[in-house]
């Protein structure tokens, strides 16, 4: 009998030897957050990676997997990751993990290109030590499709437009339509969070954390409550806007400039990009910035530094620029033979920052592993308020008190468009 | 040495083992992580799970879409069972049909379901040529609940009867054809003899089948994210965002408890329920 | 050829006794059966001896060889099952070669082995058949021509033929009366049709309850039971049984008076088969009265039942006997056939 | 006898009658609820492979199309085109072949173990074997992760196979037990007296004709490995199996790109329940009661 119990154990190992993996070739592994969708990571391996004289495997993943792989790697001690590339928010969870290797001297390395200084900055997490390279950046702009465009309320400049505009402008859309064409990106991948710390508050309360529950913050939540009898209620679905707009469900939207792309590209005629409106406190916005990080020991140390050569050349960040959509963050001027799309909103990026009333915001800092639970603090209020009519008052008193036990824990000083604090930002 | 009396246990042991080996140490790991938190024991992730603000949501949802699609996918899968002992030409293909859902995966799914429920999908393309419906309608955001829910349903329906059912032909295979025809002797109607006789000999696979089927329900994820997004929290999904997205694997596991008892729970009661007394196997 | 000698086996099903001490000797080449009613133990003991089944205790000897203990491949025994047990994914040829494959013959040698045993069942034609496209009979025959192709020192036979039907058996019956006793193999056969038994065994063991009552030749059995159980059990009409009282040295009953066996207890039962009585209109004192309730034509003969002393009696008599029922008659008891049973134990009186 | 004439032979019935089969209204409603249950299964799957197959802005068209008029395959054409979509096809079907021998090879003793003796723990061990399902992988995947890295099992296509084993097993003991159980003793019996050994008995009686719902349950197996996305997008790196590729890359492509990988995903499983149509019947019990 134990014949059976034999065969079972030998097919098994058998396996194990047959085909305990494929070995990886020397090959240095670039994990990404940024460009996953499909055709962006073909054109990241293609266009942006194919002329670097180097094995590169570009693997793009979402932020969970990409966060829980380089800290099993890091708790195992065995790091196969050679090059990380992910959005600001991403590097606290590892920083404060410490799964990253300073790279300050990676950085004076780079000297012969100008890094943008507040990028760089940022790049140090608000501690000594330099855990991240600026790679690129973007901001988040509004779309509009032209046929929207002849419901304008009177005198509004579109590339000027205040809330209480926009507000009314969705209004005329869906009296002489019939649909809700204004659409926000609230689905469980869309950035509507950035939306409320980056541009909603900034405008009206010039202040993402203090002000949090401030009379001003009621008033624009009521207002912004109002807006919403015009959003389409497929918003809280909507991850990716070019898809919505490109389906004509949505002829006015907000998002990242990346992921209205694809609509820009295919239908330049069709669809425009413009600054994101203003509110009382001037026009907030925030950028995006994404990073190149070294995994702390990792395989090839010497691969990645050439790597991040690589993608911080200026004609790299031209080629990245047309391929995905991000902006260089390097200081260089634009050459004019860049795709419709990526003109279109290069210059609505351009107008938001250069705009009179500009008031910018940054990304947070020093929230560690709590980043995620920071930007939930705002989607459940969104949630409480907009979506389910909850008292407005209440409810931020409540989730108040989960910033400030937040902000406690993880003693994260202020940053703009907050006053600077001392210790960790106060929530009045 | 090998018994006669030992030889039970030396053939389970290879795959005991396995599972001990692959599961339990996870599984301790996770439900440890669930009780610990900045390194005492304590009940704070459940304290935290339950005072979300979709908890009790997550709760409700899940726990009525469990209480209508398992029922309803039984009485399907029973048709199709019972039906399934009728037909004499082409059963073969027929049962071919009925189990192609079980090689679909959850992903699939959701995607497929979402072409025909989105409001510009091919359900409304046909209401609006039937005249029913003039425009695109929308039927998954939160402003019809109700109808997102009842698209869910009919995904979730749709994708996991096959598991059901074929249990369920396995089950009426195994009973002798004679009983039947038996009753069928003693002047039982159609209805009597499946009420009499089949359903009580199917009791074994109605309970296996109800358990398994149970167990994956409360796991249901993958086709809710598809068509409801946020606007469905069900507990597998808070689950996946404790997780993944806010990065805290005590709440998880929380949640992942509490999922694990709720089915424990319901697994006793199918067992207390449908008791096979060992006679009447 | 080597014999069976089975010495005190036990066996207990948790707390049910299916075998009370049972011993049996099976002499080389002899024809045995186990008779009994369903649950008697018969079948259990057969399983012991095949290996199938572990006995609790005593001693199993095939040939000069012990075989406690040792398992069913390793007694050199064949067995054919009550439900066949062909193997569907086999043909008949290999189903019958299966044995001989697993002793590693050669197929030149297996060739010849599967031939002659489907020849001696009539199934040469059936060779490349699978079991699914048999009749009931033709299995049947596929499970005897696997176990004798073996030719093992020991055959035994779960009830081969209770499942086919009344005329098959009666032929099938016949056939292995003359294949057994050409091959002379050593032979257990379980059955519990009493017809079986005494056509086709060299002895019989008759069983109940746990227990092996009587084994004799088949006349012996027949003739002289053992106890009630087996006189009962045996013949078609079964034996009469009649309650008597002894009175100094004879015993009455219906208005017979009988001379009464020499030991035993105060009341002893009268036992006597239906074709030992004859039916006569002389009175004598040792003839019983009765009245005749129903007359069954049966062809050869007619089944007389009477109620004698208020208890059922039956009686065979001739085709054209003018009896009819209502009728009062006398009955005279052939002498050398009556049988006295004790009526507490019902052990035979000598 | 009137005598046949040609005309006599003459079928009066109309032409509908003779090809409509002559059922009663039961029969009718029979077969109607037959063909209901079947369009609700093949309809979702064909609208998959007709958004697979149409252009890309087909998907956001409206009304839709329901009849396939323009073709078109970029989308499709584009996925091969994908670098990593052959390989972690290829990986796909690796996994999915360990899972089956891994799986069944556990499995079926047990399963021959629960079905052919009676022994203490037997009903707890059963109930033991389906639990393991009511834990969610999704929590168990950083300590998995861990460990899985430190035996370098990690980024293989073993590794993976064995979660998937893990997950496929319960299944199999079930399926097993219940085939094995419709074998019925005697013939093993049988064996025995006719010289086998247990093992050899169950080698030469009891697996050939257990084979055909083994080999189902096997694909059995093989369809919950091809369909896992979770453990395979979280335990592998280089090495992801077609559904971990897929969700990493399509979860947030375009609709028409998620059409396309949800047919990747459909049709090799639609081919191997084909192949395993017939088998389908005997996978949980033989059928010749």
Partial sequence: MNAIVKTGLSAAAVSALLLSGLPATAETIFLSTQARPIEEAEAMRNEVLGQYDGEVDYIPQEDGPFLNRILAEAEAGKVSVGLLGALHGNFPVLASADALEPIDDVLSGLGDRKLIGTFVELGKLGTGKQHYVPWMQASYVMAANRQALQYLPEGADVMALTYDQLAQWAANVSAATGERKLGFPAGRKGLMHRFFQGYLYPSFTDSVVTEYRSDKAVAMWASFKEMWKHVNPRSTSYDFMQEPLMADEVWIAFDHTARLMDAFNRRPDDFIAFPAPAGPEGRGFMPVVAGLAIPANAPDRAAAVKLIDYMTRPETQIETLKAIGFFPAVEMDLPDDLPRGVQIAGAAVSAQAASADANPSLLPVGLGDKGREFNKVFLDTFQLIVIRGADIDKTLDRQAGNLRKLMEETGAPCWAPDEPSSGACPVK | MITERTLPYWLLAPSLIFLLLLFAYPFADAFFIAFRAEGQWTLENFRTMIEDINFGLSFWNTLLLVLIVVPLQLAIALTMAMMLTKIRAGRDLVLYVWTIPLGISDLAAGVVWLALLSERGYINTILSSLGILDGPALWLSYETPVALFIAVVLAETWRATAIVMVILVAGVQLIPKEYNEAAEIFGASAWKRFTKVTLPLLKPSLQTALILRTLLAFEVFAVVVALGGRDLPVLMGEAFLWQFDYRDNGVASAYAVLTLVISIAFTVLYLRVLRVKEEAQ | MSGIYVEQVRKVFGNFEALKSVSLDVQPEEFTVLLGPSGCGKTTLLRIIAGLETETSGTLKIGDRQVNGVPPRGRNIAMVFQNYAVFPHLTIFENIAFGLRMKKMLNSEIEPRVKKAAGMMHIEHLLERYSGQLSGGQRQRVAVARALAMEPEVLLMDEPLSNLDALLRLEMRAELKGLLAQSRTTTIYVTHDQVEAMSLADRIAVMHGGHIIQYDRPIEVYQNPANEFCGGFIGNPPMNFLETNRENGHCKVAGARLPAPRAGSERVTLGIRPEDVVVTDQTAPEHLTGQVTVVEPLGPHNLLTLSVDQQLFRVTTAADSPIRSGQEVHLALAPGRLRWFDSENGQALH | ?289
């Fill in chain 4, 1 to 289: 006898m009137a005598d046949i004439t040609p005309d006599s032979l003459k079928d009066e019935r109309s032409f509908l009658d003779r090809i409509l089969p002559r059922w009663n209204v039961w029969q009718w409603l029979f077969v109607t609820v037959c063909v209901i249950l079947c369009l609700w299964v093949l309809l979702p799957i064909y609208l998959l492979v007709l958004s697979a197959f149409s252009p890309r802005d087909a998907v956001f068209a409206w009304p839709k199309a329901f009849l396939p008029t323009d073709i078109s395959t970029d989308t499709i054409a584009f996925f091969f085109g994908v670098r990593g979509v052959l390989s972690a096809f290829l990986n796909s079907v690796l996994v999915a072949a360990l899972t089956m021998i891994i799986s069944i090879g556990l499995g079926a003793p047990a399963g021959y173990a629960l079905a052919r003796f009676r022994f203490r723990g037997k009903d707890s061990f059963r109930l033991m074997i389906v639990m393991t399902r009511a834990f969610p992988i999704a929590i168990l995947a950083l300590p998995l992760t861990v460990t899985f890295i430190k035996l370098g099992l990690y980024d293989t296509v073993f590794g993976v196979a064995l979660v998937h084993s893990a997950l496929a097993l319960p299944f199999a003991v079930l399926i097993s037990s219940s085939l094995f159980m419709g074998i019925p003793f005697e013939l093993e019996e049988a064996a025995w007296t006719m010289g086998c050994t247990r093992a050899q008995a169950f080698w030469r009686v009891v697996m050939p004709i257990a084979t055909p719902g083994l080999a189902a349950a096997a694909i059995f197996a093989f369809v919950i490995s091809w369909n896992e996305v979770f453990a395979a997008t979280i335990l592998t790196l280089q090495q992801p199996t077609l559904t971990a590729f897929l969700l990493t890359t399509l979860s947030e492509s375009p609709l028409y790109f998620r059409f396309a990988g949800g047919f990747f995903l459909v049709v090799p499983a639609l081919i191997f329940i084909f192949a395993v149509r017939k088998y389908l019947f005997s996978m949980w019990g033989i059928a010749n009661r």
